[in-house]
């Protein structure tokens, strides 16, 4: 009985995988040269997630300033604390964020956050661009604020799922930057 349950969530997995690679692959190319072109003129990548998704931010800073498959100076990333209250997650973004930086933002994966509206506000008041990496099926509230930035949206009804994602879109852009930045290491 288990193991015909653990099989159906790899299958369910890579089913998603399979649905979204065409769908996202031109906004996390976008994405990536936003990064790497924000990284090459001095600017910082600010990592938060609200929620759970607050772990995401913490892994994406850290294959920034440390390494992601190849060796490479650190990147100028800060993780922010997404644990906070999502008034002091916007209240870090104020103090921190400076014009020419990045805000690479995770929503949380079980839906959508409260908070996101006065993080994103924050972000654009530092003339900050956003990558928000959301897993909502209801765009709704953030159309409006994310007209000039970049929205990577895994539409699927189960948390697990969109985490998962998640995940391998960080890889995606890290890879991406390395590339960029290395070449391919081949």
Excluded at 3 to 21: C, H, K, M, N, P
Excluded at 25 to 50: F, N
Excluded at 71 to 96: F, N, Y
Excluded at 150 to 158: A, F, N, Y
């Amino acid at each position: 009985m288990f193991e015909q349950r653990i099989q159906q969530q790899f299958f369910e997995s890579a089913d998603l995988q399979y649905q979204v690679a065409e769908a996202l692959s031109r906004p996390v190319a976008t994405a990536a040269q936003m990064l790497v072109d924000g990284i090459t003129a001095g600017g910082r990548v600010l990592c938060a997630g609200l929620g759970l998704a607050d772990l995401d931010a913490r892994y994406a800073a850290a294959m920034l300033m440390g390494r992601f498959e190849q060796e490479r100076p650190g990147l100028a990333a800060v993780h922010l604390d997404g644990l906070v209250h999502g008034s002091q997650l916007a209240r870090q973004i104020q103090t921190l964020g400076h014009p020419g930086d990045l805000l690479w933002l995770f929503d949380n994966p079980a839906g959508p956050d409260a908070q996101m509206r006065a993080v994103l506000e924050a972000a654009h008041q530092q003339d900050m661009s956003v990558i928000a990496v959301t897993g909502s099926q209801d765009e709704g509230y953030r159309a409006d604020l994310l007209d000039t930035d970049v929205q990577l949206r895994v539409p699927h009804s189960r948390a697990a799922r969109v985490a998962e994602t998640y995940r391998l879109l960080s890889h995606c852009l890290c890879d991406a930057i390395d590339v960029q930045l290395l070449g391919t290491g081949e």
